[in-house]
């Protein structure tokens, strides 16, 4: 048995013998969040989940951390103002993984448009964006062309350029329930919850099966918490529930990935489209695009782009921008489902305009509910929930210690960047090369590059490739990752921004985690075909229609 395999048992052993004072199943952005929380409190805590950590909604989203600037229209201002406010402080508590990005909103209509969204605009500094980012100003027709030159002139008015924050979001979840391993509390994945554990009508734990062994056993709790997303009160899911006990309205998000150089354009850009925006959202040598918002009833697993949703975005990218983009220009595409909590009663109306509110549920045996929000809101979510989940008076001496508390890795900007300059220097390496580094693992890069040196695997792996070997390494001993998935998908994100989805290096790859976990050459083989049929269902372009 490895050194990670044989550090795993000793966790689930752990897992199983003692009694924890919170349990969450779920382990997204929401679900690590509570984790941390509870940590945060002084609490014992462990998490358990199917798969990886965001694997679902909190790994397949815009990669924004954003106040909502279309929520306004909604005249959902305390919403705005309440995500306004948790941008600012996640800038500050992982500056690594979140930072401003500028956005180009371009203006066309008739002559009251420019007003209208300057006003929209001013309300959202007003609500706190100005706070970080500074102002939105006026671009004039020229200036907007000369910032994207492939806009289309025709009833363009200008533009406005604001800030909001963009993220890795697989990334940061991974590093808010790392934070909470680090404060004592136990995350562990590919650990199912397969159903509850009730005690004189009183939820105590739930049954789990851990997924690499396939045994089963029982995970005793004070408390529960169900943090599993779409998959929350279905009757395949881990606590199934009554019609009203925790509703969830699933809808899709779509998302196109397109080579930078592709689209010509020095900020990111935010294009309104009926109804909505569609936002182009920078990524190191890569365009994100999207998102659709469909109602979704299927199967909520590893959901898959679909036709028509490509050939919407297309549509509408193409509306404002003279580039004609087609299909053979995308890298690729992904897939979320929004967990929205549906309001009782049925599900009239659009997606579009139903609600980004969270909310919180306690079942009658004390199971604890969350759905909805926003993934930008997750602290306030967390802290929320475990103040349901704990009671009032042990919320009020044990309050949540989260609005100060920073992530693994984190370290003002001018440090960050300082030290990425350190590295390169020290290693001859790229200086963006570094930089890609350090904005993955922040103040922890300078325990990657000694690992990588120590194991002689500092090197990229590929010319074309930012990420190093010893970046596989490092997930597995320390990043939780255990099949090639989790490395590639969530970990370094080469699934989504390889057209081959990331085959040319899978080899290399697979040789690394082999050495890490055990793997013998059927092993090996197995996961490199797994992986492959896996990746290239939930990351290829979908075929046009006939």
Known sequence: MTAVLAERRRDLELLASERW????????????????????RGLRAALVERDDYAVGTSGRSSRLIHGGLRYLE???????????????????????????EPFLFPIYGGPLTRPFFDAGLTLYDLLGAASDGG???????DEALDSTPVLRRERLRGAFVYHD??????????????????????????????????????????????????IEFDVLAERVVDATGVWSGRADGPFPGAADAARIRPSRGTHLVVARDRIPSAHGLTLRIPGRVCFLVPWPDRWVIGTTDLDDDGPPDRP????????????????????????????GAYT???????????????????????????????????????????????????????GTDLARSRPSATEELTLLG????????????????????????????????????????????????????????????????RAVRSEGALTLDDVLSRRTRLAQERADRGASILPRVADLMAAELGWSDDDRAAATADYLTAAHREYDVPAPAR
């Open 74 to 100: 909604q005249f959902r201002i305390s919403l705005v103002r309440e995500a306004l406010a948790e941008r600012r402080r996640l800038l500050r508590l992982a500056p690594h993984l979140v930072r401003l």
């Open 304 to 331: 898959t782009p679909s036709t028509g949703e490509v050939d919407e975005i297309l549509r509408n990218v193409n509306a404002t921008l003279d580039i004609d983009l087609t299909r053979s220009d995308l890298v």
């Open 135 to 141: 102002r939105h100003r006026h671009l004039s027709i």
């Open 410 to 473: 984190a370290a003002p900007r001018v440090e960050l960047d300082a030290l990425a300059a350190r590295l390169a220097t020290e290693t001859g390496m790229d200086p963006v090369g570094m930089r890609r580094l350090v904005d993955r693992h922040g103040t922890e890069a300078t325990d990657v590059v000694a690992l990588g040196r120590e194991l002689d695997l500092l090197r990229q792996l590929a010319p074309d490739i930012s990420q190093l070997e010893v970046e596989v390494v």
């Open 21 to 40: 004072d919170l349990l969450v199943v779920g382990g997204g952005i929401t679900g690590s969040g509570i984790l941390l929380d509870a940590a945060s």
């Open 336 to 390: 979320g489902l929004r967990p929205l909590a549906a309001d009782p009663g049925g599900r009239p109306g659009s997606t579009v305009k139903a609600s980004r509110e969270h909310r919180i549920r306690t079942d009658p045996n004390g199971l604890v509910r969350i759905g909805g929000g926003k993934y930008t809101t997750y602290r306030v979510m967390a802290a929320q929930t475990v103040d349901a989940a704990i």
């Open 165 to 214: 924050g963009q993220e890795d979001d697989a990334r940061y979840t991974l590093a808010v329930a790392r934070t909470a391993r680090d404060r004592g509390a136990l995350p562990l994945t590919k650990v199912v919850a397969t159903r509850p554990i009730e005690r004189d009508g009183r939820i105590a734990g739930a049954t789990v099966r851990d997924e690499l062994t396939r």
